[in-house]
């Protein structure tokens, strides 16, 4: 059981929209820290992919753009590829464990 | 551009003890981040581990917090990772990982596997 909690799976068409929620609690997201997300491709390391919410490192298209709402934060893939098949977790601190703590991991399906 | 690589037994027996090793190239270890070690069991999310800073100064996952201890050797500009008294359980891939406020970059990752 993660701290923060994800949907373990989304799908959608080429060129769509899709959205993976992170929600978190009055110890983590709900106590004003930062939500960072991560992409992690069949076999490969994680690498970031939004950090402090909606900022996108440096090479990262911005068809990826996150948002926050409360204790929630949301990841938006729009214009959906066959190469953003992938899995995404979602990542924050909590208070109440003194370390960083994960979502549970979103697998997107490219139909 | 920061750069880290995973070392260590790809094979550990049960009740043993883990150890791995990350080797940070193009960059010190000195400096202000924290060096972080996150895994991943096989068809499973990820786990952070358990961090340090350069000056010694660690903080682990209350779950493995027992088992754990993550150390740095400024002099060859590496840390480390124990786990102690290994089960399957612990079967997983384990990265290496430099946080400032976010996780950034990554090791490739080495697989540990538990069994006699």
């Known amino acids: 059981q993660s701290v923060l909690t994800q949907p373990p799976s989304v799908s959608g068409a080429p060129g769509q929209r899709v959205t993976i929620s992170c929600t978190g609690t009055?110890?983590?997201?709900?106590?004003?820290?930062?939500v960072h997300w991560y992409q992690q491709l069949p076999g490969k390391a994680p690498k970031l992919l939004i950090y402090?919410?909606?900022n996108r490192p440096s090479g990262v298209p911005d068809r990826f753009s996150g948002s926050k709402s409360g204790t929630s934060a949301s990841l938006a893939i729009t214009g959906l590829q066959a190469e953003d098949e992938a899995d995404y977790y979602c990542q924050s601190y909590d208070n109440s464990l003194s370390g960083s703590v994960f979502g549970g991991g979103t697998k997107l399906t490219v139909l | 551009q920061v750069q880290l690589k995973e070392s260590g037994p790809g094979l550990v027996k049960p009740s043993g003890t883990l150890s791995l090793t990350c080797a940070v190239f193009g960059g010190s270890i000195s400096s202000s981040n924290w060096w972080s070690w996150v895994r991943q069991p096989p068809g499973k999310g990820l786990e952070w581990i358990g961090e340090?800073?350069?000056?010694?100064?660690?903080t682990y996952n209350p779950s493995l917090k027992s088992r754990v201890t993550i150390s740095v050797d400024k002099s060859k500009n590496q840390f480390s990772l124990e786990l102690s008294s290994v089960t399957a359980a612990d079967t997983a891939v384990y990265y290496c990982t430099m946080r400032s406020n976010w996780f950034d970059p990554w090791g490739q990752g080495t697989l540990v596997t538990v069994s006699s």
């Open positions: 402090r919410y909606t």
């Open positions: 009055s110890s983590n997201i709900g106590a004003g820290y930062d």
């Open positions: 340090i800073y350069h000056s010694g100064s660690t």
